[in-house]
T-cell receptor, first 116, second 113 residues
């Protein structure tokens, strides 16, 4: 079974700073997908960014980018020019390429606080 | 599209009562997932449907939990009888293909007293 580890339970940075959230995972598979989800206080789960394991290029979505290191099984999320609205729980998630009953395996999350 | 719709948003019930949570997936999505979120255990996959068929319910904690998907546009998660330790946020999610991102509903916060 896959496991996802987020080692930072909570982080706090000043508005406009850059912050990096870490995520490591364990799998014996070669093809898979990785995701970052954001959960604001409204508790809605919002997809932030997605990475296919077969792609070497790191995914980017506006101020959000990832550093995907397949050999190290590391998948960190960088938020540039952080904004107050970025305050939320952030979950790293793994999905097998075959999908199926495993669905998404989530890390325990990192609570990110953006200070004004 | 309205997204994944869950009801109710909040549910408070007494121990021993039956609880039914409802979910309408995004139209055209053929995979549906039920997750439970607690502080202690995080997000746990309870059960997964593909084309209305339950694929794996090994995440369902006990026989008190059951889920159905009678058609492509509706699913239920039932707890009977409910217990205080079932208190959690229950999410429904759907996707169009096995490898597509999951789209989550807003969740149902269940409190069992």
């Amino acid at each position: 079974a896959q496991t996802v580890t987020q080692s930072q339970p909570e982080m706090s940075v000043q508005e406009a700073e850059t912050v990096t959230l870490s995520c490591t995972y364990d799998t014996s598979e070669n093809n898979y997908y990785l995701f970052w989800y954001k959960q604001p206080p409204s508790r809605q789960m919002i997809l932030v960014i997605r990475q296919e394991a077969y792609k070497q290029q790191n995914a980017t979505e506006n101020r959000f980018s990832v550093n995907f290191q397949k050999a190290a099984k590391s998948f960190s999320l960088k938020i540039s020019d952080s904004q107050l609205g970025d305050t939320a729980m952030y979950f790293c998630a793994f999905m097998s390429a075959g999908g199926g009953a495993d669905g998404l395996t989530f890390g325990k999350g990192t609570h990110l606080i953006i200070q004004p | 599209d309205a997204g994944v719709i869950q009801s109710p948003r909040h549910e408070v019930t007494e121990m021993g009562q039956e609880v039914t949570l409802r979910c309408k997936p995004i139209s055209g999505h053929n995979s549906l997932f039920w997750y439970r979120q607690t502080m202690m255990r995080g997000l746990e996959l309870l059960i997964y449907f593909n084309n209305n068929v339950p694929i794996d319910d090994s995440g369902m904690p006990e026989d008190r939990f059951s889920a159905k998907m009678p058609n492509a546009s509706f699913s239920t998660l039932k707890i009977q009888p409910s217990e205080p330790r079932d208190s959690a946020v229950y999410f429904c999610a759907s996707s169009s293909l096995g490898n597509s991102p999951l789209h989550f509903g807003n969740g149902t916060r269940l409190t069992v007293t």
